[in-house]
């Protein structure tokens, strides 16, 4: 982008400049002043109903002119890798042609998507284009939340709830087409999904699988599906310019901002900006600085709107991404690396491109997982950068310099088998009968040593016996699609008697962190508010508990979430999530129970399951040691308990930020550890638990407050 003197009325958006360079145009693309379909033009001008501006886009799509030629090479071949740049209709038209070429009188047809907002998104979007209520034909699964029925035939869903569909369908009998979508994501459950798929394709001669992804890499997919034939979509994608900046920056949130006003101030009307940002967090925060300095221009610039795209955002509000900006205005989209592939936004001539991105990252030693801000791949950079030349000639402003793309960025992500904890793998996988986990047909295989430790921790937890078999209280976990630890204190709670308060803290744990909000001229109020959940120093998880059952007493009140400055959207997917695990309690024979105030029973619940994540206070007063690991660790400073500093504690997660911090922390007493894990706590390498010294033990005063 040029960067001449600006006019003075726009001084307060380029003091800080961001300097680019153009580098390249980017391969594979058409030159500019070059048409690439006549057709999407004519689609955006009609005048006609939305069916019919349905219709004719879906005509404009390079897999249309394929059609014929598809669905001849589906009949022909049992397994099909598709391989199509995004935005070329895979996965909202092939399903479409399998069910007009009458697969669905067979059997359903599923396409899994490795994102929940994907799956949702892309539902709405064929069912309007089949002009069908969306949960009739056509409709999505995901975690907790189901818009099927029994008329759908066509259904979208994560690759997570397919490969729980394999628990009550090991032949998958009810599907006669399967297609896994953006399988070059290599998610956890793509790749688990990849072995089992293989496996019943060999033996159900009638299905039909199809591997699509986005990425010219498919011989590998070809590979490992026996040789299975290629079927390459061309794309449609215009002249992109590529530019990077000619020295790093040190800040690039503050550089994406500056970056974006720059576009939108210096570039012409029509046109719209894709900001890549790493996750919810910095979108609310950069949407923030952005709604402040559009402010301070006042009537200076034209209307700029702000959309946001993240997994926790309600539907309504991820569908204004597709909204075309009025006259006169410009749209940025704030999203994370879902609109690299899920997504294709219509419109997006300029992508603003930071080069970072969230990866999964576990410790073996500390058994700490963690997402961490990483770079992107140079695959992953350059799918961003075709986002901008999809319905015209584009440009993409990549906030790093043309060395670092060349020298430092890897060609792709390492597959998330490879860095995850795979305890939930390792049970499914044993559920589904598979115990012989070594030579199960990974793609990638993961390390031998995270293989062990997942069965280190399903044994200490006691899905597993001492044979590695499954055991009762194993396949009662298996069913709740959770992390193991939390699955165990929810068969726990039976024992206990509190099994109506340990589904309602596990719903309220899995709806998101976003519980409490805290507005800026408003911090001291919303402070306050939290405290009164805290009282008597009762532990976070059971402040979740009193979050819930003062909301439902006051009749799942919006008021009342705007006067404690609680997030009602969490609240609401915490009860949505409440009411499945509610059912599921009788699925595996659990009965409804309740200890009536006794906080103690929920706590001992709790510990059963996370007692691995059991941590003792230091003699320093402040920091705390882990039982597992030995490592240091904190407490998170949003945690109630973070005044009262407790001697020993079980915390539901550890967070990687400027230190260890523990999140979601409780008080437990250390003989309960004894009593609930009799045979963890006799390894060498577990911090024995000292019930008697307890007495003896000073306890150091709290920290003032900061």
């Given amino acids: 982008m040029d960067r001449g003197r600006p006019g003075d009325d726009y001084e307060l958006v380029f003091d800080d400049g961001v300097d680019f360079v153009r580098s390249m145009v980017m391969a594979d693309t058409v030159p500019e002043g070059e048409t690439a379909g006549d057709e999407l033009a004519e689609a955006r001008d009609a005048k006609a109903t939305l069916q019919r501006e349905l219709q004719d886009e879906r005509k404009t799509l390079p897999v249309f002119k394929l059609k014929d030629d598809l669905l001849k090479a589906i009949d022909k071949y049992q397994v099909l890798i598709i391989v199509g740049e995004t935005g070329s209709g895979k996965t909202t038209q092939i399903p479409q042609y399998l069910h007009q070429a009458g697969y669905t009188a067979k059997g359903k047809v599923a396409c899994t998507q490795p994102r929940r907002v994907a799956a949702m998104s892309v539902a709405v979007r064929v069912a309007q284009e089949m002009g069908v209520k969306l949960g009739h034909k056509v409709g999505y699964s995901i975690r907790f939340e189901d818009c099927t029925s029994e008329k759908t035939v066509i259904k979208y869903m994560t690759d997570g709830m397919l490969l729980r569909e394999f628990l009550g369908e090991p032949d998958l009998a009810s599907y006669s087409v399967i297609v896994v979508d953006e399988a070059h994501e290599r998610t956890l459950s793509t790749d688990i999904l990849f072995g089992l798929v293989k496996d019943i394709a060999r033996f159900r001669p009638d299905l039909k699988l199809l591997i699509s992804s986005a990425t010219l890499n498919a011989d590998k997919f070809s590979d490992f599906f026996d040789a299975a034939p290629i079927f390459r979509i061309p794309g449609r994608r215009y002249q992109v310019d590529i530019h990077y900046t000619r020295a790093p920056e040190a800040d690039y949130i503050d550089a994406a901002v500056v970056t974006v006003l720059q576009l939108h101030v210096t570039q012409p009307a029509g046109g719209d900006i894709l900001l890549f940002l790493t996750g919810q967090e910095e979108i609310e925060t950069v949407e923030e600085i952005l709604r402040q300095r559009l402010r301070g221009l006042g009537a200076k610039v034209a209307e700029l709107l702000i959309c946001p795209i993240y997994a926790n955002l309600p539907t309504e509000l991820q569908a204004k991404i597709f909204e075309p900006a009025p006259a006169g205005a410009r749209k940025v989209v704030l999203a994370t690396n879902i609109a690299e592939t899920s997504l294709t936004i219509d419109g997006i001539k300029?992508?603003?491109?930071?080069?970072?991105?969230?990866?999964?990252?576990?410790n073996q030693r500390t058994g700490m997982e963690s997402l961490l801000v990483a770079p992107v791949s140079k695959a992953s950079a350059d799918q961003r950068a075709g986002r901008s030349g999809r319905t015209g000639p584009g440009k993409c402003f990549r906030l790093y310099t043309e060395y670092n793309f060349r020298k430092d960025l890897d060609d792709d992500m390492v597959p998330e088998i490879q860095r995850s904890n795979l305890a939930s793998v390792v049970l499914a996988l044993k559920t589904l009968g598979i115990n012989d986990l070594v030579s199960f047909d990974f793609m990638?295989?993961?390390?031998?040593?995270?293989?062990?430790?997942?069965?280190?921790?399903?044994?200490?937890?006691?899905?597993?016996?001492?044979?590695?078999?499954?055991?009762?209280?194993?396949?009662?976990?298996?069913?709740?699609?959770?992390?193991?630890?939390?699955?165990?204190?929810?068969?726990?709670?039976?024992?206990y008697g509190c099994s109506e308060e340990v589904i309602t803290i596990a719903s309220m744990l899995s709806a998101g962190n976003a519980v409490f909000y805290r507005p800026k001229d408003k911090q001291v109020h919303a402070d306050a508010a939290r405290?009164?959940?805290?009282?008597?120093?009762?532990?976070?998880?059971?402040?979740?508990?009193?979050?819930?059952?003062?909301?439902?007493?006051?009749?799942?009140?919006?008021?009342?979430?705007?006067?404690?400055?609680?997030?009602?959207?969490?609240?609401?997917?915490?009860?949505?999530?409440?009411?499945?695990?509610?059912?599921?309690?009788?699925?595996?024979?659990?009965?409804?129970?309740?200890?009536a105030g006794d906080h103690d029973a929920v706590r001992k619940a709790i510990t059963a399951g996370y007692f691995r994540h059991?941590?003792?206070?230091?003699?320093?007063?402040?920091?705390?040691?882990?039982?597992?690991?030995?490592?240091?660790?904190?407490?998170h400073p949003s945690s109630g308990t973070a005044q009262a500093l407790p001697p020993w504690v079980v915390y539901h997660d550890l967070v990687l930020t400027t230190k260890e911090y523990m999140r979601q922390v409780t008080e437990l007493k250390p003989e309960w550890l004894v009593e609930i894990a009799p045979h963890y706590y006799e390894r060498k390498d577990v911090e024995q638990p000292h019930p008697k010294a307890e007495e003896h033990t000073t306890r150091p005063a709290a920290p003032p407050s900061r």
Wanted: proline share 5%; aromatic share 8%; glycine share 6%.
């Fill in 531 to 595: 405290r009164g959940f805290h009282a008597d120093n009762v532990g976070d998880h059971i402040a979740l508990l009193n979050v819930y059952n003062a909301w439902k007493e006051s009749g799942y009140s919006p008021q009342w979430c705007r006067e404690n400055f609680v997030q009602q959207r969490t609240m609401r997917r915490a009860r949505d999530v409440r009411d499945q695990l509610e059912s599921l309690l009788e699925r595996v024979e659990i009965a409804p129970c309740s200890s």
């Fill in 444 to 495: 990638d295989p993961p390390a031998a040593e995270s293989v062990i430790r997942a069965l280190e921790e399903l044994f200490a937890l006691g899905a597993l016996n001492s044979r590695g078999e499954l055991t009762k209280t194993g396949r009662r976990m298996a069913e709740f699609p959770l992390d193991p630890m939390l699955s165990k204190a929810i068969v726990a709670s039976e024992m």
């Fill in 614 to 635: 059991a941590a003792r206070l230091q003699r320093d007063g402040s920091s705390y040691r882990s039982v597992k690991g030995r490592q240091t660790v904190f407490i």
């Fill in 350 to 362: 300029y992508v603003v491109d930071p080069g970072f991105c969230k990866v999964r990252s576990y």
